[in-house]
């Protein structure tokens, strides 16, 4: 009994390309073209709900960081309105527009990225191919379009030999357009980040600014009016005892006055 040994050097097999793929689908087995078709088709399949995926993601990217730096720049006008601004948050702040910048560019970039190959009539319908399986399938076609068909499914099989190949080309291209869309919308996703994390230190100075500021201006204002009552507080204290003086006879705030006509006290 012949046993079919397992290669050892599989696991470290690389990928095949279109040529080794040709090769390897010289297949007998019409079940097992059958399910080789099946995953070709089921893999583009979910290469198609990949790139919907991404898309979305990266239109979602764009939309975010858009508003975003449109508050940005509002928080902007904030900062020159403050008499002196630390050259600290200078930096942060730019450093929160470039990365604001730097995430929308990304995005862009991943909905630039050309569109995902599809399955096109001109390929699914060569007629030299066509003509061949429906050969292979039928090699004494009936007389007349009434009278029954006997189908070999020799070339049903070589046909879908040729579209598993067509549909794994295909899915491979995808795979690596895929791949790098999702790679300008994960630097994307990266750089919005370090946008909210810089813009929130920016906003947490400002707010702090504007509480230490307000606290130390009422302070001053409790000093000044202080300042200015003291001497008021003075002044009515003498008029007062002016005041208390001439009543009982004194002047100059309580010095008595000897009369002139040489009388006693």
């Known amino acids: 009994m012949n046993e079919r040994k397992r290669p050892a050097d599989v696991a470290d097999e690389e990928a095949p390309n279109a040529d080794t793929i040709d090769e390897r689908l010289k297949l007998w087995s019409p079940s097992l073209v059958d399910l080789l078709y099946e995953t070709a088709k089921d893999r583009l399949a979910a290469e198609e709900k990949l790139h919907t995926l991404l898309i979305g993601k990266a239109n979602a990217l764009l939309g975010v960081t858009g508003l975003s ?3 940005a720049f509002s928080f902007g006008g904030l900062l020159l309105n ?4 630390p050259r600290s948050v200078q930096v942060i702040y730019i450093v929160a527009l470039v990365a604001g910048f730097i995430a ?3 995005a862009i970039m991943a909905i630039r990225i050309r569109g995902s190959r599809e399955v096109g009539a001109i390929d699914v319908f060569r007629s030299d191919m066509l003509t061949a399986a429906d050969a292979a399938d039928v090699p004494n076609p009936p007389a007349s379009s009434g009278d029954a068909v006997d189908s070999t499914g020799t070339g049903s ?5 040729y579209l598993t190949s067509y549909f794994w080309r295909i899915y491979a291209s995808n795979v690596s357009r895929h791949a790098t869309s999702a790679s300008w919308v994960f630097a994307g996703q990266m750089s919005y980040g370090v946008f909210l994390v810089t813009i929130l ?3 947490l100075f400002v707010a702090g600014n504007f509480r230490i500021g307000g606290t130390a201006d009422a302070a001053d204002a409790g000093m000044d009016a202080g300042v200015n009552q003291a001497p008021l507080s003075t002044s009515m204290s003498a008029d007062a005892g002016a005041d208390a003086g001439t009543a009982l006879g004194l002047s100059d705030g309580g010095v008595r006055v000897h009369p002139t006509d040489g009388g006693g006290p």
Do not use: E, G, H, I
């Open 104 to 106: 929308s560019a990304c």
């Open 82 to 85: 403050r008499a002196v601004v």
């Open 69 to 71: 730096l449109t508050v």
């Open 157 to 161: 099989t070589a046909y879908k030999r």
């Open 201 to 203: 230190l920016a906003a």
